[in-house]
């Protein structure tokens, strides 16, 4: 029997491909000792003999009779020296990564909010990976398929990326708000929890992107809400009755009609006025406050002095013996304390 010489090769024309069975020519699967196999780069070759895993070769030029057919040789006990070729499965897999998967909720999930209760959040992103261990991914995935796509097996990744992105969320306890602020550190927890499930079927997943999560609409306003009442701090008071005054405005700009119209256009101003005069009453205490300091005013340009300054700060003039009460304007003696007309306390 002639033994004949086979380079066994495989170049990728393809960006997708996973896995590629090696077609032995007139339909055989025969190899000999002459045969050499040519592995290039991002690339492995898998030998099974009999349904069981020989051996995988990474990029290289292989001799079969010295770096093969050694191990086959055990595996069945050969007795001839390579006299009648060996019958094998040699399957290429891709080892490049495979980028920019997409993936999206097609459902929303649902989180339980410390502060909003029940929140429906929808996330997309996308994804890299590749296949990290060949011998656990021939036997879990592809098996005896002569061929085998990243469209194959994306659909299955995608969910069981979203079952993890799903239960990271919930064992999180982290809030709505928090989570769609601080994608980046929720993305490292994701992507921890997701290769430990890749690991399971030989890949790894060299990147994950969560690249927005989002709320409904109506959570969106809550959250405008509260942010705006962060920012006002203290001031909520002041924006409540800004709030109000505007609201009467609009109400007495709106033509009511007969009495009933110019009745409640009437209420409706006086309730302004009592609004702008409350705001002010707010705002006078700060200022009067402000003036009390001063203990007395300057007869010539009218600021604040402390009752024994010999100089106005504002003006430079001199200030004579006398002063005034800063709030009756009432004349007091230099040394008072107390003004004699209304009492207020001048130092």
């Not at 009999?50 to 006990?77: C, H, M, R, W």
């Not at 410390?114 to 021939?138: C, H, N």
């Not at 921890?192 to 399971?200: D, E, G, L, P």
């Not at 005013?297 to 600021?303: H, R, T, V």
């Amino acid at each position: 029997m002639a033994l004949f010489r086979l380079n066994i090769e495989w170049a990728d024309p393809s960006k997708d491909t996973i896995v590629y069975k090696y077609p032995f020519k007139k339909g055989g699967r025969e190899v000999n000792d002459k045969s050499t196999l040519t592995v290039r780069e991002s690339q492995c070759a898998v030998f099974v003999h009999k349904g069981e895993v020989t051996d995988v070769f990474g990029p290289g030029l292989y001799n079969l009779k010295t770096q093969v057919f050694p191990i086959l040789s055990k595996l069945t006990a050969w007795k001839y020296g390579f006299q009648t070729p060996i019958t094998v499965d040699v399957y290429f897999i891709n080892t490049k990564q495979f980028t920019d998967i997409k993936w999206g909720t097609q459902n929303p999930i649902i989180m339980r909010d410390p502060e909003f209760g029940m929140v429906r959040v929808r996330g997309f992103g996308s994804f890299a990976f590749k296949v990290d261990d060949p011998t656990i991914f021939l036997k879990e995935l592809f098996g005896t398929n002569s061929s085998y796509s990243s469209q194959d097996i994306t659909g299955y990744l995608k969910s069981m990326l979203i079952s993890t992105l799903t239960d990271a969320i919930g064992e999180s306890k982290i809030s709505a708000l928090d989570l769609a602020g601080n994608t980046l550190e929720f993305n490292e927890i994701v992507k921890r929890k997701v290769q430990t499930s890749f690991n399971s079927i030989g890949l790894k997943l060299c990147n994950l992107a969560i690249e927005n999560m989002s709320v409904p609409q109506e959570v969106e306003k809550a959250f405008d809400e509260r942010t705006k009442l962060g920012i006002l701090g203290d001031k909520t008071d002041v924006l409540m009755k800004v709030s109000a005054a505007e609201a009467m405005k609009d109400a007495a700009k709106n033509p009511g009609g007969g009495m009933a119209g110019a009745g409640v256009g009437l209420g409706a101003g006086l309730g302004l006025g009592q609004m702008f005069a409350e705001a002010m009453r707010s705002s006078a205490p700060a200022k009067s406050e402000e003036r009390k300091t001063a203990g007395a005013i300057c007869p010539s340009c009218g600021a604040g002095i402390s009752a024994s300054a010999k100089f106005c700060q504002e003006c430079g003039q001199k200030i004579a013996k006398k002063a005034f009460c800063i709030e009756c304007g009432a004349e007091v003696g230099a040394s008072a304390k107390f003004c004699p007309s209304c009492g207020t306390k001048l130092k």
